[in-house]
């Protein structure tokens, strides 16, 4: 066994290894193959085409992360694959496991060049200019499971955003890029008396409607099809911005900022969630991971509360104040005085 000093390099040598099972068990559909059901290795290698012996190396590796159970010659889903990692699932995950395989797995590899250059990765490993957004509307499909992935990230954050803040006295929320609508639903279920608007672009808004009238919240939630950075924004005493500003420059920041803070009425917020650093910028690993993850992605980058701070105020937010949630996305709300 490898000793204490050594300990944390091994594991950091096979940390994307453990990852890449996942993936490829999540793309191959064995987990939905298991909703119902214990199946034999060879039953499932017939199913989806594979070669026996490989997949039950896979299986196998899967019980020893704990996502499966081998019990004799058949596998079934543990709790936490048949909840999060089938794509039946309300709680699914899957989306986002796709988007990580299929996208930020082989932007990751290019880390070093992005490191050096300081810019994100795309042109290189897809051969095209753009953004993460350009790459998933490409696709309905990619569209889709892009929306999916931010819809089952979401769900484990944004009842801890809403609830971070006293909410009360506002009586319209409108979430600008609010994708699926999941915070607009969470601040509709803590909040009975509130009404609330998703506003996004409108292919996003076709999505958006799907999720909405599966939870039943069509008639207290408002579906406004639009681009945040040119048109309009919808009358609201109270906007939301989850997980947008960490994908953008510092101009674009401002300019949203600006046009939030112009057409919010005096007293109105602005409730920001998203990763917070901390002030020395050396904590916690998750945003740091995913401050580069931007990196490689995007134009943006995860901040600390004192720089998210600075914008707002620039801005001309008079109160601003931050809260970590104990979720994966930390909350900020802004007062307009």
Aim: charged share 25%.
């Amino acid at each position: 066994m490898p000793d204490s000093d050594s300990a944390i390099v091994i594991e950091l040598i096979h940390a994307f290894r453990y990852s890449k099972i996942m993936f490829v068990a999540v793309s191959l559909g064995i987990f939905d193959l298991l909703g119902n059901g214990p199946r034999a290795a060879h039953d499932l290698a017939r199913a989806i085409g594979a070669d026996a012996d490989a997949l039950e190396r896979l299986l196998n590796a899967c019980v020893g992360l704990r996502l499966l159970r081998k019990d004799n010659s058949e596998y079934a889903n543990e709790p936490v694959a048949q909840t999060y990692l089938r794509r039946d699932s309300d709680s699914t995950l899957t989306g986002y496991v796709l988007y990580s395989d299929r996208a930020l797995y082989p932007l990751w590899g290019e880390l070093e060049d992005a490191v050096r250059e300081g810019t994100n990765r795309w042109q290189q490993v897809f051969g095209v200019a753009g953004s993460l957004f350009d790459h998933f509307f490409k696709t309905e499909t990619a569209k889709r499971d892009f929306l999916a992935g931010m819809h089952g990230f979401g769900l484990l954050s944004s009842p801890r955003v809403i609830e971070a803040f006293d909410l009360t006295p506002y009586q319209c929320l409108v979430d600008l890029g609010g994708a699926t609508g999941h915070l607009a639903m969470a601040a509709c279920e803590r909040y009975p008396k509130l009404r609330a608007a998703v506003f996004d672009l409108p292919s996003v808004i076709e999505v958006t409607r799907e999720y909405v009238n599966k939870r039943g919240f069509q008639d207290r939630i408002e579906l406004i099809p639009g681009d945040f950075f040119k048109d309009p924004l919808p009358e609201a005493d109270l906007f939301s911005l989850g997980r947008i500003l960490h994908d953008w420059s510092e101009e674009k920041i401002r300019l949203l900022l600006r046009r939030i803070y112009a057409r919010l009425p005096r007293g109105g917020a602005l409730l920001i969630a998203e990763r917070l650093l901390d002030e020395t910028k050396t904590g916690p690993l998750n945003a740091l991971a995913q401050s580069l993850n931007m990196l490689v992605c995007t134009d943006g980058k995860e901040r600390t509360l004192s720089e998210y701070t600075a914008f707002l105020r620039e801005a001309g937010f008079a109160e601003v104040e931050g809260k970590h949630t104990g979720a994966p996305l930390d909350a900020i709300l802004a007062i307009k005085e």
